[in-house]
């Protein structure tokens, strides 16, 4: 037996080039999210003040380092509700987007590997799904549920499994002419046991990648819902709703909504920076 | 005693796998394509069938027929598969799944492809285990370790916990005979078990075959296009031509006196061991023509545009295998050899 164990790694093969401007990027985006995150995980210990604790004699005070960024029209410290804030962002985001997201790639495996009718139902909602303008879709649903946290989660969770489900079926089409996939039926397994245990785990990696572009584009529309007044309801403490109390003062107190903008912004950029980089690792391997 | 190996031989037990008038046609872009044109083939217990024929000769579709295992775009249009007395064609998907799992492995030509590649092998013939066999988590796994040492896996503690690409071509092979006879099959497909393999390898895979299929007594097809491997593994041969069966009969028979001209055509091309004797005589001799194209087949022999003994009468002959002597069966009714070199 001298031809045993050839031990090459799939990633070891891939230009360096792109692995070293990768890091760069990997390092700030990641240096910053855990910042970030660590700041709002720990924002009961580390605020100054509490989030909703008013103080009208400090109303609308500028940013000094009593109040880091300013405190708003009713004198509630901007910086503390900013943390309490990308905290709660943080929580629905991840929820929005990980609940949805098995949930769509078992919808698409099962429509890719069985194909026919199966398949022309589950492309054909995905489609009606994808094929409204996804803030539409929202708008819609939390029309039904009525505006707050849980009418804006479940709106994103409806529309957010689709583009899963296409990714999925996509690569099952691909998947299922394997010969593993043939190997399975040759040796009697079932077609539960086929998809679950012998298909999910290759396609899991295109959606996980995925993912982590669509935690960003969550992160505004949950934001974005807020600002319009269909998510997060004050005075609970959440960006897009800061931003949108701080709308009026833009010109007299600017900070109040420009600081958690700014925020938001630095927050989606270093998510998708490390997103970006999980692509590149991971993206393209599997083939 | 004498008496009942004769009443055995007399009666000729039933064989454990009969394929009566198989024809398999594929949707195609334009139109249809049969690509199995009314095959007859038996294998008796313990027996081993080579299936030999270029691509495109409906080698493998006539094999995954066997256990149903076709592309969605494929029908069996007509013919009957009869193993150990079941009518394959009328199982259902529970009784064919039985099957498949218990009474028939398969192996596939590809071993960098028939591995789950996110599992590890040992996991994957664990499995194959616990569901064929009925065995707990823990049991499946001592006993694929056991497996994989049987095929001849060194090491294999350590190597069932490995992944598929971190294992050569030559044991991923071995790894996928190990699953496909992990429920003691009595009939083995092998799909050009050796095609994608170098040439050392092969004569360890083909080796390995040898030692498991008489240490289980289990009957296998060996599905090939090298006519060297089908000469040294099968006790019959079944030369296949544009989804027909040209020739049939015992190895021995066929490579002494092939009968069919595509036969004795495909054995020529065979480099001999003996050196040429002059210059000339150095070039391998071909067989003249393409490959058939399956669209638009001329009526009666579809080889007849390339044999050279073509006559007036080979577009009428209907391809029905024809006794050529003692179970050597050939489907051109002109052509009778005497011995090829």
Known sequence: MATDSVQLLPGDLQGARSVRSGLLSVGIGSFLLVVIAAAAFLAPVIAPYAPNKLDITHALASPSWAHLMGTDEVGRDVFSRVLYGVRLDLAVVLLVTYVPLPIGVLLGAIAGYFGGVTDMVISRAADVVIAFPFLVLVIAVVAITGPGLWGASIGIIVGGWAMYARLARSEMLVLRERQFMLATRALGYSHARAIVRHALPNLLRSSIVFSAVDVVINLLLLAGLSFLGLGVQPPTAELGAIVASGQPYLLTAWWIATLPGLVLVVLGVAVSMVGDAIGDRWGDVGS | ?341
């Open chain 2, 1 to 341: 005693m004498g008496a009942e190996v004769d009443a055995t031989i007399g009666s000729e037990p039933r064989p454990l796998l009969e394929i009566r008038g198989l024809r398999v046609v594929f949707a195609a872009r334009r139109g249809r394509l049969t690509v199995v044109r009314g095959v007859d083939l038996e294998v008796r217990e313990g027996e081993t069938l080579g299936l030999v024929g270029e691509s495109g000769s409906g080698k493998t579709t006539t094999l995954r027929s066997i256990i149903r295992l076709l592309p969605s775009t494929a029908t069996i249009e007509r013919g009957d598969i009869l193993f150990d007395g079941t009518h394959v064609l009328a199982l259902g998907p529970q009784g064919l799944r039985s099957l498949r799992a218990r009474a028939i492995g398969t192996v596939f030509q590809d071993p960098y492809s028939t591995l789950n590649p996110v599992a590890r092998v040992g996991r994957q013939l664990a499995e194959t285990m616990e569901l064929n066999l009925g065995l707990t988590r823990r049991e499946a796994w001592a006993r694929a370790i056991e497996a994989l040492d049987h095929v001849g896996i060194p090491s294999p503690d350590r190597h069932a916990r490995s992944y598929p690409h971190e294992l050569s071509g030559g044991m991923r092979q071995r790894v996928m005979f190990a699953m496909a006879i992990a429920a003691r099959p009595r009939l083995l497909l092998a799909d050009e078990p050796t095609t994608a393999l170098d040439v050392t390898t092969q004569a360890q895979i083909l080796a390995l075959l040898v030692r498991l299929r008489r240490e289980n007594g289990m009957a296998t097809i060996l599905v090939s296009h090298d006519l060297g491997v089908i000469a040294q593994m099968c006790d019959t041969v079944a030369v296949m031509y544009a989804g027909f069966i040209v020739e049939r009969g015992p190895a021995r028979e066929i490579y002494r006196r092939p009968h069919h001209p595509y036969t004795q055509g495909l054995l020529r091309s065979i480099p001999g061991i003996v050196p040429p004797a002059s210059p000339d005589e150095a070039h391998l001799s071909t067989i003249p023509g393409q490959p058939p194209n399956l669209q638009n087949l001329p009526a009666g022999c579809p080889f007849a545009p390339r044999c050279p003994h073509v006559r007036a009468g080979c577009g009428e002959i209907d391809m029905t295998l024809q006794r050529a002597g003692d179970a050597h069966m050939t489907a051109c009714p002109f052509v009778r050899s005497s011995d090829v070199a």
